[in-house]
């Protein structure tokens, strides 16, 4: 099946004897909402059914007169065009989005179409909402390699055309934030089997193959649905647990600190969609004071924080890849910067149902504790990530630390892949 995110362009070139196996031929499409040059026409199976949504809604609003001109095309032909041109804007064979099947050139009926037309303007307001993108957009000439073309349509699905349009990407900058977001899930999945007691044990058995079925799965597809399979533990502990706050009528916010791709931000989202969802990191590595700190007293590896940065999207990217995985992302707030100054300057006020704690070092363990238990509501939880795992002794000691200031906690520990920690809050 033709994959609706393909990057084709001069960097990215598709062999000459490709094509889609699912072209359907747009004359025998019935009923059918624009017209078409007088030549064979044929788009990919998926924007087929876009397509006709889309003109069908234009008719709608009154625009009845939009025409596609050009759908797919063979290398073959493409070929030809690239012989004849003379402006260097027409693709060499093999670097053309038609050639995926997914991309289109409309018309209005007897008058083409330009960047002032109302018709390009009301396909660039509306495509996206079927899964469809203006391809060359003006302005972007630098990153896209070409004109603005307000009649080429790319289809690329509904939730990648929506995120494309909330970012103000090109198809190109999100294949460059994806990208980077595909390598770090491969190295955030190998860490896990790596580094921690149960995934060790789990390689070293016949369930290996489970390993080879993650990594299956990061390489066949970009959506993120099969995330909750890297720890579905301590995921499904936290669908438990929001629904025994939700039973008991336990009020208040829900807390991330330490978000790292967020994968568990995205749980927390879905598992409390109507509740505040405050999420604190620095996207940019830890507190170098603070990891020295760790350095010197638990002897963690030198290049510790170096490798850590090297499996994350960073600054540039980092916020933005959180905010496309949420579901509810007018609920979340998004703290950038180190905890838990930013905690301090801004939440102080906040009373906290659910707080998850996923930071690492035992320092900033400690003022997690410290910041969250007093504003945490009686009958409220709190999760401590790698509470039992083998490389960061530091959480476990930090918190029989902050028991010794705010008293004995009823400690629940779990099975998860960081050997997690579940505290509630008395009544």
């Known amino acids: 099946m033709n994959n609706p995110t393909m990057l084709v362009n001069e960097s990215h070139p ?5 094509q889609p196996d699912d072209l359907v031929d747009l004359w025998k499409v019935q009923p059918r909402h624009y017209l078409l040059y007088p030549r064979r ?60 099947g997914l991309a289109m050139d409309i018309a209005q009926v007897g008058r083409g179409m330009s960047l002032d037309d109302a018709h390009a303007a009301w396909l660039a307001e509306k495509c996206w909402e079927y899964g469809f993108i203006v391809r060359y957009p003006e302005g972007r000439e630098d990153v896209t390699g070409y004109p603005p073309e307000p009649w080429h349509l790319r289809y ?92 008991a009528g336990v009020e208040g916010a829900i807390a991330e600190v330490g978000v790292e791709l967020g994968y568990t ?7 409390f969609p109507d509740r505040k969802l405050y999420l604190y990191d620095s996207f940019d590595g830890f507190d170098e004071e603070a990891m020295r700190e760790e ?80 504003r945490l509501a009686n009958g409220g939880y709190l999760m401590i990530h790698d509470y039992n795992t083998d490389y960061l002794k530091g959480v476990h000691d930090a918190v029989a630390e902050a028991e010794k200031e705010l008293g004995r906690f009823m400690r629940v520990p779990i099975p998860d892949l960081g050997g997690s920690l579940v505290i509630q809050k008395p009544w």
């Open 265 to 271: 931000s995205e749980i927390l989202n879905r598992a």
């Open 41 to 100: 026409t044929r788009l990919s199976e998926c924007a087929t059914d876009a397509a006709n949504a889309l003109f069908e809604q234009a008719e709608r609003e009154g625009f009845d007169d939009f025409m596609i001109l050009s759908a797919f095309r063979s290398s073959d032909y493409q070929a030809g065009l690239f012989a004849d041109s003379s402006d260097g804007y027409v693709a060499r064979p093999g670097c053309s989005e038609h050639q995926t």
């Open 295 to 374: 350095s010197e007293k638990y002897a963690l590896p030198p290049d510790f924080s170096d490798r850590w940065k090297a499996i994350r999207p960073g600054p540039k990217f980092g916020v933005q890849m959180v905010q496309s995985r949420l579901p509810h992302r007018e609920n979340a707030i998004i703290r950038q910067g180190f905890f838990p100054e930013t905690a301090c300057q801004h939440d102080s006020d906040v009373v906290f149902a659910f707080v998850m704690l996923d930071v690492d070092l035992h320092r900033t363990t400690v003022q997690g504790i410290r910041f969250f238990w007093p």
């Open 14 to 18: 598709l062999p000459l004897d490709w």
């Open 156 to 247: 690329v699905g509904h939730a990648v055309a929506m995120e494309m349009r909330e970012h103000g990407w090109v198809l190109e900058e999100w294949h460059e934030a994806h990208g980077q977001l595909e390598a770090c899930r491969m190295a955030e999945i190998d860490r896990y089997y790596r580094e921690t007691r149960l995934g060790r044990e789990i390689a070293s058995t016949e369930l290996v193959t489970t390993r080879k079925m993650l990594y299956d799965k990061v390489t066949d597809t970009l959506e993120d649905h099969y995330a909750p399979l890297m720890d579905y533990t301590r995921y499904r502990e936290i669908e438990l647990l929001a629904e025994e706050l939700t039973r």
